[in-house]
């Protein structure tokens, strides 16, 4: 008995050490699987919460009676206003995510699909032969987590500039900041992602004045 005993030790003890060196092997590719669907989810997210945002008269533009530029500027009353909405409407999404109450609106894949994230908190399940290049039909898969670590930040990148021949073109764009944790079986990794939504690219026939400071 004593000797059945070891043997099944000792397989167990083999095992346990097999399994350990396969998900050591995993991790490096299993944090760039995990990187990749995070940002995807992230991307996924702000795009279909910017959608209706209202990005009308965000720039002051005035001439004069020769219909050359006098003043060109941001209403930062307006992008301020913009960019915060932005970052309320991010925070309700995760926060309903991460709390699993996210509701979907409608039938498409993107509310189906954040539905689903809400209630599992799984984002992705990748198989162990997918990590290790070996070809399988079956195979153990790993999930992949998320969760919310802190408030959304954003900053407001604006640029007025001479664009060719006399014309200017005028770029505004939200960088939205998140500290975000991807949880994997036995550890976590922590990341910061910045994902940059443009709000406005517009060319005007014109100068940009020379007083003007930007």
Sequence with gaps: ????????????????????????????????????????????????????????????????????????????????????????????????????????KDDSYYEKRIENIARSGIISNISISTLINVPSLFSPSIAICYKHLSSISSSVNKSIENYGINHVIVELSIEINMNLTMIYPFFEQYDSYTITIPILIEIFPGQVPLIYNY
């Design 1 to 104: 008995m004593k000797k059945y005993l070891m043997i099944i030790l000792s397989i167990l003890t083999i095992f346990s050490i097999f399994i350990s060196y396969l998900y050591i092997r995993c991790i490096p590719r299993l944090k760039e699987y995990g990187k990749f669907e995070i940002e995807r989810l992230n991307q996924l997210i702000i795009t279909h919460s910017t959608t209706d945002s209202h990005y009308d008269d965000l720039l002051i533009i005035e001439r004069n009676a020769d219909d050359e530029i006098d003043l060109l500027e941001f209403d930062m009353v307006k992008v301020n206003q913009l960019a915060t909405q932005i970052v309320l409407e991010l925070e309700n999404i995760y926060t309903a995510i991460e709390e699993g109450h996210y509701q979907a």
